[in-house]
């Protein structure tokens, strides 16, 4: 039997222009800002990376634990999703 594990956990930002259905948009850059926050107060972070469907950034919390903030877009195409 394999020990318990926990790898990471992902929060979303809603970081790329999205028109909500009241008609506000959510802004762009929240990402960078939530980046530009955490580095201002000396906590270590990556860059922002672009995973192709999403972007990211990653912190560690006090225990180590890797804590990933995503943005929720631009998400899947069509054509990205496996078929069936």
């Known amino acids: 039997m ?3 594990t926990f790898f990471h956990s992902r929060f979303t930002i809603y970081d790329l222009p999205t ?3 009241d008609g506000r948009f959510i802004p762009a850059g929240k990402l960078r800002a939530w980046h530009d926050y ?3 107060r000396g906590v270590p ?3 922002v990376m672009d995973r192709t469907y999403f972007k990211s950034l990653y912190i560690r ?3 180590g634990h890797i804590v990933e903030l995503a943005t929720e877009g631009p998400g899947f ?3 990205a999703l496996p078929a069936g």
Request: hydrophobic fraction near 20%; charge should be negative; include cysteine.
């Open 2 to 4: 394999l020990p318990k």
């Open 19 to 21: 028109l909500w259905t």
């Open 38 to 40: 955490l580095t201002g």
């Open 45 to 47: 972070c990556t860059e």
């Open 61 to 63: 919390d006090p225990d």
């Open 77 to 79: 195409s069509p054509e």
